[in-house]
């Protein structure tokens, strides 16, 4: 069974700097994509960042340059460092899983983690 929890968030003033984690578990596929996406209060869920089994990165660009998303498939965790956060980087931020293919789209994974929640007051 695959499981994805994350972890990291919190509340922080604009300008500064938070790390994501989020540890998989469950799954041993060769092919994936791995994803950060974020959800802010009455608005839609959106992609932030994703990077694939090859290491392929993409991200949104909001926030292109100021985030970076990273694995380490030795330990089976997804990171995402957030610097010169922004009071519109307020959040709800979720990890997800694609499997057996590397689409990246929000629509296309396949699992989700339960959220980790950043603030970032002005």
């Known amino acids: 069974q695959v499981q994805l929890m994350e972890s990291g968030g919190g509340s922080v003033q604009a300008g500064g700097s938070l790390r994501l984690s989020c540890v998989a578990s469950?799954?041993?596929?060769?092919?994936?994509?791995m994803g950060w996406f974020r959800q802010a209060p009455g608005q839609e869920r959106e992609g932030v960042a994703t990077i694939t089994s090859d290491a392929t990165t993409m991200y949104a660009d909001s926030v292109n340059g100021r985030f970076t998303i990273s694995q380490d498939s030795a330990k089976n965790t997804l990171y995402l460092q957030m610097n010169s956060l922004q009071v519109e980087d307020t959040a709800m931020y979720y990890c997800?899983?694609?499997?057996?293919?590397?689409?990246?789209?929000?629509?296309?994974?396949?699992?989700w983690g339960k959220g980790t929640l950043v603030t970032i007051s002005s």
């Open positions: 469950g799954y041993t596929y060769s092919t994936y994509c």
């Open positions: 997800a899983l694609e499997v057996q293919n590397a689409f990246c789209s929000l629509r296309g994974m396949d699992y």
